[in-house]
T-cell receptor, first 115, second 114 residues
Framework: GAVVSQHPSRVICKSGTSVKIECRSL??????MFWYRQFPKKSLMLMAT?????????EQGVEKDKFLINHASLTLSTLTVTSAHPEDSSFYIC???????????FGPGTRLTVL | QKEVEQNSGPLSVPEGAIASLNCTYS??????FFWYRQYSGKSPELIMS????GDKEDGRFTAQLNKASQYVSLLIRDSQPSDSATYLC??????????????FGQGTILTVHP
């Protein structure tokens, strides 16, 4: 149980394009989904918290117009990196929380490379 | 600023030994504590969760929590080369809009050598 998937697992795009990453909870309904970014040899940094049917809450320093988050259902959240630039290249990981305050389960991550 | 601190290591132990990983946190009202294992290039995998003071054992893993000292640790008995990974300590913030968010430490790199 508690499986979270992400798609795509790897994406390479040109600078200026937009990339959409999907996060799905496969066997449970996620009250909340979280989006993290991880740079090489660094820990996970929370970007935003996403609740189904409401606007995402972004962490300080994260541009909400650049990283668009949509949480349309209890099993799907999407992160769109708009007008991507090389500095956006990173490992993006989502997690899902079936019950507030209880364990988060992580997706396998999406490695984004912007040329 | 709520912080979670770990020794970044690397921690190197011989196969079969006990690996001890430590973590301190600054937010005294934190309620839930987690240890995740992350292999290079992969996402974190939950190893242990602990919510009450004391020890919690699961197979070769034992988590220890001391809320008075704001300290949580992970012991890995009979360490195996496959345990070599980065271990992330995570703390669940409590209260208000922070409820449910995890704050991660920087991770401890563990190497188990044959």
């Amino acid at each position: 149980g508690a499986v979270v998937s992400q798609h795509p697992s790897r994406v390479i795009c040109k600078s200026g394009t937009s990339v959409k990453i999907e996060c799905r909870s496969l066997d449970f309904q996620a009250t909340t989904m979280f989006w993290y970014r991880q740079f090489p040899k660094k820990s996970l940094m929370l970007m935003a918290t996403s609740n189904e049917g409401s606007k995402a809450t972004y962490e300080q320093g994260v541009e909400k117009d650049k990283f668009l988050i949509n949480h349309a259902s209890l099993t799907l959240s999407t992160l769109t990196v708009t007008s991507a630039h090389p500095e956006d290249s990173s490992f993006y990981i989502c997690s899902a929380d079936g019950q507030v305050g209880v364990t988060q389960y992580f997706g396998p991550g999406t490695r984004l490379t912007v040329l | 600023q709520k912080e979670v601190e770990q020794n970044s290591g690397p921690l190197s132990v011989p196969e079969g030994a006990i690996a001890s990983l430590n973590c301190t946190y600054s937010d005294r009202v934190s309620q839930s504590f987690f240890w995740y294992r992350q292999y290079s290039g992969k996402s974190p995998e939950l190893i242990m969760s602990i919510y009450s003071n004391g020890d919690k054992e699961d197979g070769r893993f034992t988590a220890q929590l001391n809320k008075a000292s704001q300290y949580v640790s992970l012991l890995i008995r009979d360490s195996q080369p496959s345990d070599s990974a980065t271990y992330l300590c995570a703390v669940n913030q409590a209260g208000g809009t922070s409820y449910g968010k995890l704050t991660f430490g920087q991770g401890t790199i563990l190497t188990v050598h044959p």
